[in-house]
Structures are given as structure tokens and as C-alpha cells.
């Protein structure tokens, strides 16, 4: 299901999540991994004028009064319901809505989301605005394997370059019984909105007495590395695999970033090369390497489902992620059904 730029909804939908497309401008739309000055200017330069040019090229009025851009949406895995609160903050487009488990439905998360158009004002500004229009699809795959398989987590657990919503690491925090969630991003203004969740789900009880916080982790950055290192049980990252510039960085960081026998859940889709790639890089790194492509009943179900019926807005490559283990012990943790 696509939703028109409006984004209007019902009171209980769905959960929208982002339709990719195969350039790689709309890759470089959903980076992850923003780097500040003293991380690699040139980078972050480039990556928001390949925003704007994806932006730019989608059916839009001519003329320089045009301010914004339409985010057409794939459908969703049917794993979540979204059903908005009636609350707005203090933008016209954003508001508070609650995302709930469909098949675990004694857990959800408040979250900001914001279903208004992409500015293209805020391109230029900041370098990944596409989280806080949408939930993308391997997250929401991996906000849901989080709580089938919630009693597995323990000890510390970071989520990786989870954009505006870190929705997985969100329903490890709400779910399982760990001490404490980290919930990270490269972008400043991805984790100044997951600081808003963070306070507005504690205050609704929902951690109990795991320790939540959140912070800028750019995974190419020593400092923030460095500060983390060997300090978590579970790392978990969705769709963070496509940028070539920083797909050796993110590996090493997951591999400083674990305790020994520690263990990365990795969810992503082939998306050409891309994952493959990724999985020679944590080899050669010294790490387990394990992918599943049937972990879930539900998510293989829908899966099987789009590829019967045909649906032009699916392409497997893009849309379906696998899942990828890796583990710093001598074996991996089998994920199979």
C-alpha cells in the first residue's frame, strides 16, 4: 500500500514503511551515517546534493516556489499497527502516534512521526531527513524478530545507525530483560528526536528498570568508538549496508563495540552487492558470519505472499531483509525457524 504526500490516516493503519527504489540515490537518501566536520565533511556534503537530486527528479510543479517533495511509501510488512494520539508538537507536520506490536500486542512504543512532505530546505540542513517521514521496512522486520525473540537479550544492547525512530532497539528496551539499550545514530537531529521518544516512553513506564539513553555514534569516528568499546552483549542494525565509504567502518565498529562472544544481529536486503560485500568485510574482520533468510513465520509469509500476488511496488533485492549473525565466539547463534 502507497501513501500520498499528505500521509492522512486513519486512527489505527498500517504502519507505513519507505518504497526504495534501485539507484543509488535513494540509497544515499537513508544513510545512516552522517559525518561531522572532524568525520569526513566531503562526505556528508556529497551524500545531501545526491538527496537533493533524487528529490529534484520526482514529479513535482516547475518553478522556484516549490518547497516540497512527495515520499512515496512501500507497504508495509503488517507487523505493527499505527494509531495517532491526536497530539502535535510544535511542527504543523509532526505528532505523536503509537506503534503497536500486531502478533505481541502487550507491547508498543510512543513515537514522533512525521507523515507531512520532505522539505527541501531541510535537505541542504541536514544530512538524513528520510527517518522522520517513515518506518523502513527492515526495521520494522527487525522491531518485530526483537520481540519474538526478546527473551535471547541480555546485559547491554546498542541498535546501530537507528535513525529517527530506533524502533527496534526502542522494543528491546520496552520488551526484554536486559540492564540497559543504548539507542544510537550518526545524525544529530535523529538522535535529538529519539531523546524525545526516550523521555516520553520512560515517563509512560515503559523500560521498568532497564537504563535507556541515546547518542551520536558515527561508526568511522574514533571518539565514539572508543568510548564504547567492548562494552555490549547484542548490537542491532537495520538496512545500514549500502554506503561503500562506510561499510568497513560500520564492521569494525561492531566488532570493537561487542564483548567477547558478544553477537550482532544484522537485518538487510541483498540490494546487489551490498550485503555480500558486508559479509566478506566481518569475515575477514575475524567475526562468525551467519545469514537466515527464513527467521521469522510471519515476516517469510508476507514475503511469499508479495512475490505471488505480484505487487509491482516489492522487488526481493530491496524490500525482503535477511538476516546476518555475527558473533566474536567460535560459533554462531543458530537463527533458523
Not at 512525521?114 to 541542504?124: K, S
Not at 547518542?215 to 568499546?229: F, T, Y
Not at 500476488?309 to 565466539?329: F, R, S, V, W
Amino acid at each position: 500500500m502507497e501513501r500520498d504526500s499528505t500521509g492522512s490516516a486513519e486512527k489505527s493503519e498500517p504502519v507505513p514503511s519507505c518504497r526504495d527504489n534501485n539507484n543509488e540515490d535513494t540509497c544515499a537518501a537513508k544513510t545512516r551515517t552522517p559525518r561531522g566536520e572532524t568525520c569526513g565533511a566531503t562526505h556528508v556534503a556529497r551524500a545531501r546534493w545526491t538527496l537533493l537530486r533524487q528529490v529534484l527528479r520526482q514529479k513535482q510543479s516547475d518553478g522556484p516556489e516549490v518547497k516540497e517533495v512527495s515520499v512515496r511509501r512501500f507497504a508495509t510488512f503488517d507487523l505493527f499497527v499505527r494509531k495517532t494520539l491526536g497530539e502535535r508538537s510544535n511542527t504543523s507536520d509532526d505528532q505523536w502516534v503509537e506503534y503497536k506490536s500486531v502478533y505481541f500486542p502487550e507491547y508498543s512504543a510512543f513515537l514522533r512521526d512525521n507523515l507531512g512532505p520532505l522539505r527541501v530546505n531541510e535537505v541542504l540542513n541536514s544530512f538524513d531527513n528520510t527517518g522522520n517521514v517513515c518506518v523502513w521496512p527492515s526495521e520494522e522486520v527487525m522491531a518485530h524478530y526483537c520481540l519474538q525473540k526478546r527473551h535471547m537479550f541480555k546485559g547491554a544492547v546498542c541498535e546501530l545507525g537507528g535513525g529517527m525512530t530506533c524502533l527496534g532497539g526502542l522494543m528491546v528496551a520496552i520488551s526484554a530483560d536486559v540492564k540497559e539499550v543504548l539507542l544510537s545514530d550518526g545524525n544529530e537531529k535523529s538522535i535529538q528526536n529519539v531523546r524525545k521518544l526516550v523521555e516520553r516512553n520512560r515517563q509512560a513506564g515503559k523500560f521498568g528498570s532497564t537504563l535507556v539513553s541515546s547518542r551520536v555514534v558515527r561508526w568511522d569516528c574514533e571518539v565514539d568508538i572508543s568510548a564504547l568499546e567492548g562494552h555490549f552483549d547484542i548490537i542491532v542494525c537495520a538496512d545500514c549496508l549500502f554506503l561503500d565509504q562506510y561499510r568497513a567502518s560500520l564492521v569494525d565498529a561492531m566488532r570493537r563495540l561487542l564483548r567477547p562472544n558478544g553477537m550482532a544481529l544484522v537485518f538487510a536486503p541483498l540490494r546487489g552487492e551490498t550485503l555480500r560485500l558486508f559479509c566478506e568485510l566481518a569475515q575477514q574482520a575475524g567475526l562468525c558470519v551467519s545469514q537466515h533468510q527464513q527467521y521469522d513465520a510471519q515476516v517469510w509469509d508476507v514475503h511469499l505472499k508479495m512475490l505471488r500476488e505480484g505487487k509491482q511496488a516489492y522487488d526481493e533485492n530491496i524490500h525482503y531483509p535477511l538476516l546476518i549473525t555475527l558473533t566474536k565466539g567460535p560459533q554462531p547463534v543458530n537463527h533458523a525457524q
